[in-house]
């Protein structure tokens, strides 16, 4: 989905209601159904489901936004009470009109206007466990909040300690076009943008403030769109749903792929065992997975729906160089082939990659140790006789390209569109905002996830499902895009469902089926 500036986004709104006859209360209307939506889902996650949403409001449309998504809120029955920095009077156009629509609906609301009133309110609530919807600025603002906006953001960021907090297009005191704060500014668990992402939620400035972000479908037309020039997309459900499409009553696991995954030795057994576990989640018809002979019984015994073949290994308890063949048959059996996790990086495991690269003539995914193996070795992957994807962390980045792992950090998206250029496969680069580069094309960037991921073996689910996604017949670069946002999705529906602290990469396996259910539906 384009990125785009907060001024295209004026444009788009401006060209929608004039050109096609859409009326901004009804934009506002869609935007504020939105939130609400995400509120209430955010609720009955939570351990207090049944718990109070406090909505902060702004003066402006921002307001207007909040003062529809508590009606809506109210109307399905939750405790739903809005606080607005300012007095009401203030409050104009569409925005006014939809607070006198939430008056009519008889939802509670408060005008707060200095630290003290601020503080008498929030003291004692809403308890721990329930939301919080913010909705004090948008993208038009600029420069630090002011007061009483400024005593709104730290009261709700003090609350959002102890709930989870939604915010409206872009968290208050973000810059909607660099990401950047000037002052304080809301940290939010999810923020729902209206119509297109804004390119500030794509910066890596914005990831302590955003938290995982939602695009929310209000109506702009596909043609106004369309013209809308970008270089950057957001990963989100819209791009995601057409490759999802219905599976046929009458299909058979035939129907839906083939994927093989290679990995694992001596010591290192839980990173193939997890890739196999996410691969079989993918929606993927059949996982074959090949380790080493020692690691055969136990992988088996942690995904028992894989088919495990046990290869040849060498002295070290690493796969042998000519593990493929005999009764598992040619990679060119495969729709997809991952090579990697937990591999080290023996002199074997390098002839296998190499003899990948000439010999697989499906999507291949190159990931751990086998990016290791490929140091110093960029024309072998360009030279590849298929379609190849990279999936690196920041540390495996700056070995592939000669750099350190910092100069990845500190130019991310550079690191990724060099390396796409340089091997020509679709670069899928870890870690907080992950990106997804393909030479010739629009940055992907994903916003899902958050920091309970940073926890071992969260690189190994990726990569599985990146194998079992391609092996459904998804291009390399759909495949890698789509697993990103699901991958990160399942660590947020995870750390919801409980908290980041403990969150480890099998329970994003178990909630896999989940988020293609939520892709699906919406």
């Known amino acids: 989905m384009k990125v785009v500036t907060a001024e295209q986004m004026r444009e788009l709104d401006r060209r929608t209601i004039s050109e096609f006859g859409v009326s901004g209360e009804v934009l506002m209307e869609r935007a504020g159904r939105a939130v609400a939506e995400t509120a209430e889902r955010l609720a009955r996650l939570s351990s207090a489901p049944d718990g109070p949403v406090r909505l902060f409001a702004g003066r402006g449309n921002n307001g207007g936004d909040v003062f529809v998504a508590a009606r809506w809120l109210a109307g399905w029955g939750r405790d739903a009470e809005v606080w607005i920095a300012g007095r009401a009077d203030g409050i104009r156009g569409d925005a006014r009109a939809n607070l006198e629509r ?3 609906a008889g939802v509670p609301f408060r005008e707060l206007t200095d630290a003290a009133e601020w503080g008498r309110v929030a003291g004692p609530c809403p308890p721990a466990g329930g939301v919080l919807v913010d909705g004090l600025l948008g993208t038009g603002s600029s420069g630090p909040p002011r007061d ?4 709104a953001v730290r009261c709700l960021n003090a609350l959002g300690e102890r709930n989870r907090v939604v915010a409206v297009d872009v968290p208050s005191g973000v810059d909607a076009d660099t990401g950047t704060a000037p002052g304080e500014a809301v940290v939010a668990d999810v923020t729902v943008t209206m119509g297109l992402p804004k390119r500030g939620l794509a910066e890596a400035a914005s990831l302590d403030f955003t938290g995982s972000v939602e695009v929310a479908d209000i109506g702009i037309p596909a043609e106004l769109i369309a013209a ?3 270089d950057t997309d957001l990963i989100a459900t819209g791009d ?14 035939g129907v839906f792929g083939r994927a093989l995954l290679i990995g694992g030795a001596a010591g290192y057994t839980g990173a193939i065992a997890l890739a196999a576990g996410a691969a079989l989640r993918s929606g993927v ?11 055969a019984p136990i992988v088996a015994g942690l995904a028992p729906e894989a088919m495990v073949h046990a290869g040849p ?7 042998a160089a000519d593990c493929l063949g005999g009764r598992l048959g040619s990679p060119a059996d495969f729709d997809a082939v991952l090579v990697g996790p937990g591999m080290t990086t023996h002199e074997e495991t390098r002839r296998l990659v190499e003899r990948l690269l000439r010999e697989c003539r499906s999507v291949l995914v190159l990931d751990a140790d086998a990016l290791n193996a490929s140091t110093g070795r960029l024309d072998s992957i360009r ?10 962390h920041p540390g495996e980045m700056g070995r592939l390209l000669g750099i350190g792992a910092g100069a990845v950090q500190r130019d991310r998206r550079a690191a990724a569109l060099r390396a796409a250029k340089e091997t020509g496969a679709v670069v899928l680069l870890k870690g907080a905002g992950t990106l997804v580069a393909a030479d010739g094309r629009p940055l992907s960037v994903n916003r899902t996830g958050n920091p309970g991921m940073a926890a071992g073996g969260m690189g190994d689910v990726l990569a599985g499902l990146v194998a079992g996604l391609a092996a459904t017949g998804m291009t390399a670069f759909d495949a890698a895009r789509c697993a990103a946002y699901v991958h990160g999705r399942a660590g947020d529906l995870g750390a919801w469902r409980g908290s980041q602290a403990g969150l480890v990469a099998g329970d994003l396996i178990r909630e896999l089926p989940a988020v293609f259910g939520e892709i699906s539906r919406r």
């Open 102 to 104: 939430m008056k009519q």
């Open 148 to 151: 009483p906006v400024a005593v």
């Open 228 to 230: 809308v020039r970008s």
């Open 240 to 253: 995601l749903r057409p490759l999802l499409g219905a599976r046929p009553r009458a299909a058979h696991k």
């Open 285 to 295: 018809g059949l996982v074959t997975v090949l380790t080493p002979a020692r690691m």
């Open 313 to 319: 290994e060498t002295d070290a308890g690493t796969l």
């Open 383 to 392: 030279a590849a006789s298929c379609p190849v994807i990279l999936t690196p």
